[in-house]
Each structure stands twice: as C-alpha cells, then as structure tokens.
C-alpha cells in the first residue's frame, strides 16, 4: 500500500518562514507528478505547487514569488518552502502524488494534511 506522509507545518509569525516534506513509500513503480494543495477553513482546495521527476514545475501565479518546490527523485519527496507567510497563507497542506503502475495506468494518493498557521 503505498503511503503519503507530509511533514513540516506549524504556527509561524507573519513574515516567517516554513518548509513542507512529503515522501511517498511503498510499492511505486514511477511517480509521474507531485504537488501540494492547501485547503484553509471554508475555501475550496487549491493547488499550490506541483513538480515532476523530470524538474518540470508549476505554481499558482499568486504564490510563485514566495513559495519554492523541490522534488527528490531517489526519495520519492518533494519539498515545499515558502517565504514572507501570511495570514491567509494559514490552512491544512496537503501532498497528492500520482504514481504510474507497469500496465499503464495511473493512481492518486493524498497524505494526511499538515496544518500552517500564521499568526502572531
């Protein structure tokens, strides 16, 4: 069964600073793609950052400038630091990883979500 697990999140002062880890583990043939969504308190879930086992990377355009992914191919994670938070930057982080099977289909896993919360 494969496994997603993100770490990283806590309370940290506007202007801060924070870096997100999610690994993947388990059975996984290849990954084709991982990213980051976050969800904060009656909004709907967005997508954040994404980034491919080939470097290839997106961003939400209103992030670009102060979130940074990274990706780590020989450990199945993939990374995520963001700068200058902000209040409205507070919500539950969460990894999703598209994993390729050897037959030609393809899988999404989510993680647990880790919370951010910017305050002071």
């Known amino acids: 069964q494969v496994q997603v697990v993100e770490s990283g999140g806590g309370l940290v002062q506007p202007g801060g600073s924070l870096r997100l880890s999610c690994v993947a583990s388990g059975p996984i043939f290849s990954i084709h793609i991982m990213r980051w969504y976050r969800q904060a308190p009656g909004k709907e879930r967005e997508m954040v950052a994404e980034v491919t086992p080939g470097g290839s990377k997106n961003y939400a355009d209103s992030l670009k400038d102060r979130f940074t992914i990274a990706g780590d191919n020989a450990k199945n994670a993939a990374y995520l630091q963001m700068t200058d938070l902000r209040p409205e930057d507070t919500a539950v982080y969460y990894c999703?990883?598209?994993?390729?099977?050897?037959?030609?289909?393809?899988?999404?896993?989510w993680g647990q979500g880790t919370q951010v919360t910017v305050s002071s």
């Open positions: 999703n990883v598209q994993i390729n099977t050897g037959w030609g289909s393809r899988y999404d896993y």
